[in-house]
């Protein structure tokens, strides 16, 4: 089976334009509940994540209310239990590690010319009952969401926005001193994208890209396939470069978007870290 029916139009999107692709996977037996609920089995706890559902556009971490339950009875549960899950790191049950090389191979074609080589190839499956809320964050992987089950909004901000995405923030979370959920201001509502996905859609969300999401009336099921690139991490290092001169009282331009736009400060932050400093 074919993951994706039109790779065309990943290419046309990949690496800096979020948008919507087609794939095949809606029903595909590893994301039925059951099925679910025996990999959460198989999963170390601390790589699943779970709790209600009914929570603002904004929220710290901290503040994220528990719903109570098992993990595996929130699985069971999901379409009454107001609950919001993520199955962290699937790819270390074998069989979604061979739906993840499987579903990313076959755009490696498309990926590799444009960022490099594809690494940390990781995946995750969110479980959400029926208008439960993913408060504003951004990914320092490439992501595509692939909807399964359901429908969700996903409402998605220009990555360059750097008040919604401050500069400060950007540097405190490649540092490790801040987490990827973002404060919430109402104003700017106006500034986001909103698409709408049904299973069988899939949303390319490029790298440190702002959004939210918002589940449909029903059980929501989702699988996120993400990867790291030198592009990638030409970003989060030049950010964290950032943050030194920033403390010795120096007003650092963003990093550009583009891996060439961040070398110097990428390989001056990795020389540091390589002399321990």
């Keep these: 089976m074919t993951v994706f029916p039109d790779p065309a139009s990943f290419a046309a999107l990949y690496p800096e334009t979020p948008g919507v692709v087609r794939h095949n996977l809606a029903d595909h037996p590893l994301f039925t509940l059951p099925a679910l609920v025996d990999l959460s089995g198989t999963l170390d706890p601390k790589h699943v994540e779970y709790n209600r559902g009914d929570l603002p556009t904004g929220i ?6 528990a719903n109570g339950l098992s993990i595996a009875d929130t699985i069971r549960g999901i379409e009454e239990n107001g609950s919001w899950m993520v199955l962290k790191f699937v790819e270390r049950n074998q069989a979604y590690k061979a739906l993840l090389e499987k579903t990313l191979g076959e755009l490696m074609p498309i990926i590799g010319p444009v960022t490099g080589a594809m690494h940390q190839l990781e995946s995750f499956i969110f479980v959400s009952s029926p208008n439960s809320v993913t408060p504003l964050h951004f990914d320092p992987e490439h992501n595509i969401l692939l909807q ?5 909004t996903m409402t998605v901000f220009p ?4 008040e919604i995405a401050p500069n400060e923030l950007h540097e405190r979370f490649q540092l490790g001193l801040a987490s990827r959920n973002l404060p919430w201001d109402d104003a700017y509502s106006a500034r986001g994208t909103k698409h709408v996905l049904a299973a069988g859609d899939g949303m390319h ?20 396939v993400t990867w790291r690139s030198e592009w990638s991490y030409r970003a989060a290092d030049a950010h964290a470069f950032n943050a030194v001169l920033r403390k010795a009282g120096m007003k650092p331009a963003r990093p550009g978007r583009y891996p060439m736009q961040n070398t110097a400060k990428a390989f001056a932050w990795r020389a540091m870290r390589k002399m321990g400093r």
Excluded: Y
């Excluded at 710290?60 to 209310?65: E, I």
């Excluded at 990555?159 to 750097?162: C, F, I, S």
């Excluded at 890209?209 to 996120?224: A, C, R």
């Design 148 to 152: 399964l089950r359901g429908t969700k």
């Design 60 to 65: 710290d971490p901290g503040d994220v209310p």
């Design 205 to 224: 969300v490029p790298v440190m890209t702002p959004h939210w999401v918002k589940n449909g009336p029903e059980v929501s099921v989702s699988f996120s």
């Design 159 to 162: 990555a360059t926005d750097a």
